[in-house]
């Protein structure tokens, strides 16, 4: 999915299954009230209205989970900014509209999933410009070191701060890594079983720690061969070394790669650069949620750590 092509892009909520999102709200509002819910009965049932409030820079995202949370509970979601809209603080993003217990009901499971894939698409988009800025055209990726029960949601903030997500789970591609060489008995064997497991249909990867198992990989049939773990001034050599003997395989570099070191990792010779910090350290967007009364709407106070 090339977010960066020119055109207009189509809305990324569309890559959403329907069923799939409304299951995953549904587990999400029984593990914060499997039971009785106490603060209904203080809250009441009355027709109520909110605003939600964005208290942190970054990029809004996660727009179709709080859309679906909220209509569970039989609410409506006004928004005032788009999807991958930058957020400059204190920005008034949407109205919730509905019955007050059901509004306070999906408050805390929308706010913390609408921080936390803004958190991730905020983190995306740094790294896209972080490598655009370096001159480097590749992809800027992110990696299956999701949260489980959450990497949809991961997924898309990825998608929506312009990075690739890389395979979303083990059925996208065929990736051979260290623990795979020795279980097969060495990289030739297992880029042969990964080859013939991948057929027509998928392409294979294989994770490799020097240029020699590179070679190996590539003369065995790997379409991409992961660099990883190595530093920049041995990165760029043996990925250019790879490329003289195989132009065709796509190199990706992986490992210990962050917002303040990815310019030394890009290349001419580097097609994919992997972060699994885009997912595992993003810090969440800070956002709040305020019920008001027609006459008003208070703007909240920002405390600066």
């Avoid at 991958?84 to 408050?107: D, N, Q, T």
Wanted: glycine share 8%; with cysteine; net charge negative.
């Amino acid at each position: 999915l090339d977010l960066e092509a020119d055109g207009p892009v189509p809305s990324l909520a569309l890559l959403l299954p329907p069923v799939t999102l409304a299951a995953l709200v549904d587990s999400w509002l029984r593990e914060d009230c499997p039971g009785l819910n106490y603060a209904a009965l203080v809250s009441g049932a009355g027709p109520s209205q909110a605003v939600l409030w964005a208290k942190s820079p970054g990029v809004l995202a996660g727009q179709p989970f709080f859309d679906a949370i909220f209509t569970q509970l039989n609410c409506q979601v006004s928004w005032f900014l788009p999807e991958g809209s930058k957020l400059v603080p204190v920005a008034r993003v949407a109205e919730v509209r509905g019955p007050a217990h059901c509004l306070l009901l999906g408050e805390r499971v929308a706010l913390n999933t609408l921080a936390r894939c803004s958190g991730i698409a905020s983190a995306a988009t740094a790294a896209v410009e972080a490598a655009r800025g370096a001159g480097w055209t590749g992809h800027v990726a992110g990696t299956r070191k999701t949260t489980p029960g959450f990497r949809l949601v991961e997924k898309y903030g990825l998608l929506v701060g312009g990075a690739a997500s890389h395979r979303y789970d083990l059925g996208g591609l065929v990736m051979v890594k260290d623990n795979h060489v020795v279980a097969a008995g060495g990289v030739e064997k297992a880029v042969r079983a990964a080859r013939q497991a991948a057929d027509f249909a998928l392409k294979v990867e294989v994770e490799c720690s020097s240029l020699q198992e590179a070679v190996q990989a590539a003369e065995a049939g790997a379409d991409l061969v992961l660099l990883d773990n190595f530093k920049p001034k041995e990165l760029h050599p043996t990925a250019a070394a790879l490329k003289a003997q195989f132009p065709s395989v796509a190199v990706e570099a992986s490992g210990g790669i962050t917002l303040d070191n990815l310019p030394q990792f890009c290349g001419p010779h580097i097609d994919v650069i992997s972060m699994g910090m885009l997912t595992q350290a993003a810090p969440a967007l800070d956002f709040s949620l305020k019920l008001f009364a027609k006459e008003a709407a208070p703007v909240p106070k920002i405390h600066w750590s």
